[in-house]
Nanobody, 119 residues
Framework: QVQLVESGGGLVQAGGSLRLSCAAS????????MGWFRQAPGKEREFVSS????????YYADAVQGRFTVSRDNAKNTVYLQMTSLKPEDTAVYYC????????????WGQGTQVTVSA
């Protein structure tokens, strides 16, 4: 089992920045990748970004490429999502997730943190 706790959400004006954190505990030694997803009201949950734990390889959705940066701190078992140049369309509940293997998919999810970007 892996427990994930997100923090850092809030209200920000368009053009502003926020940094989300996701602290992992439990069975963290066999983690393959961590991901960030978001879900806006009335929309499906969508992929935002991911980071492979072994080599920190990162991947981004087109909508956030160049504005968001994902990183990890091994010692703290924490993943970060630095969000800059925020837009109103970035408003959503942001979730972090953990995949223990390449084939398992994202098995573990945090409770989510709200990000609201005002125009």
């Amino acid at each position: 089992q892996v427990q994930l706790v997100e923090s850092g959400g809030g209200l920000v004006q368009a053009g502003g920045s926020l940094r989300l954190s996701c602290a992992a505990s439990g069975r963290t030694s066999s983690r393959y990748a961590m991901g960030w997803f978001r879900q806006a009201p009335g929309k499906e949950r969508e992929f935002v970004s991911s980071i492979r734990w072994s080599d920190a390889y990162t991947y981004y959705a087109d909508a956030v490429q160049g504005r968001f940066t994902v990183s990890r701190d091994n010692a703290k078992n924490t993943v970060y999502l630095q969000m800059t140049s925020l837009k109103p369309e970035d408003t959503a509940v942001y979730y972090c997730a953990a995949a223990l293997t390449l084939s398992s998919g994202y098995q573990y999810w945090g409770q989510g943190t709200q990000v609201t970007v005002s125009a």
